[in-house]
């Protein structure tokens, strides 16, 4: 409050913080006035021009205080349904003994869920498997996880390391392109509201997606990414396996630890095709389109 030499007029002077603490009770106020029928046409004006000046202020108070991870480590949990992975398996050739496996497998968890960490900062991401405590002797090959993947997002630059059949490659490629289509669905994860994406990638699998633009980083699991977010979640329901976020920590991570992968023999995307293509002239051919999408994604 300020008052003028001289006059008997008081300015009041309001910081954007000042504003922000009167909003609620200017508006309780005006609510009590309404209730109890006390306002005149006159001061209904005058508080509904203050409450719209302070609407918009409210809007940048919201803004001013709103708060952006963007450096810290998520946890996923990978997790693959194999009652309905295992039946796409079968085939003539191999239903004699592909049936009785499948019948055994059904007294086993139907969910194989498996653990990996996605640490993140500087627009930079590095996505580990966690390998898990107790291998399973019942899994198939998607349910698995081979990839560690560095991603340069501002660069458009990925490097991953991958397993194939034993040997580790070091692929190094620009980040995969995605034609995202984005969504009015929302719902929470880790305790952060995200909007729906679904896409189509290497041209026939469907993939949704969930990301939340209070992480102002375009990264995600594997090699997902692209969005205006962090990917928390994502499906591929027709091949029945989800990746969703089960924590975040928004922490600062240093840059030492967000460095690309080194182990493996160094490929690119149409060296480790060829690569894959030798190793399936030993795959039985019921078996071939479920590895390359493991492979490839």
């Known amino acids: 409050m300020r008052r003028d030499q001289g006059s008997h007029k008081t300015h009041i002077l309001l910081s954007e913080g000042s504003l922000c603490f009167l909003l609620p ?73 592909m049936k009785p496996a499948y019948e055994q497998l059904r007294k086993q968890p139907q969910f194989r869920v498996l653990k990996s960490s996605l640490k993140f900062g500087d627009n930079k991401t590095l996505f580990t498997p966690i390998a898990p405590e107790y291998p399973s002797g019942n899994s198939v090959v998607i349910s698995e996880q081979f990839n560690t993947v560095y991603s340069d997002l501002e660069k458009g630059m990925a490097v991953s390391e991958k397993e194939v059949y034993g040997d580790k490659v070091l692929l190094t490629d620009s980040t995969r392109k995605i034609n995202w289509k984005i969504t009015d669905e929302t719902r929470d994860i880790a305790g952060y509201p995200c909007r729906r994406a679904n896409a189509l990638i290497l041209d026939s699998i469907y993939v949704v997606a969930f990301y939340t633009d209070k992480i102002p980083v375009s990264g995600g699991p594997e090699l997902f990414s692209g969005l205006p977010g962090m990917i928390l979640m994502v499906a591929l329901p027709h091949e029945n396996v989800i990746w969703t976020a089960t924590k975040v920590a928004d922490v600062a991570v240093p840059p030492t630890q967000i460095v690309p992968p080194k182990k493996g023999k160094p490929v690119n995307n149409k060296t480790f095709r060829v690569l894959i293509e030798s190793f399936m002239k030993e795959v039985s051919p019921g078996y071939k389109p479920l590895y390359y999408k493991a492979f490839l994604l």
């Open 25 to 97: 009770g200017i508006f309780q106020k005006w609510a009590q006035l309404q209730k109890n029928n006390t306002m005149n046409k006159t001061l209904l004006t005058i508080i509904k021009s203050i409450a719209l000046f302070l609407t918009i202020t409210g809007n940048f108070c919201y803004a001013q205080n709103a708060h952006f991870t963007t450096s810290g480590t998520i946890e996923y949990d990978k997790s693959s349904n194999l009652y309905a992975i295992m039946p796409r398996l079968i085939t003539k050739e191999n239903e004699f003994y």
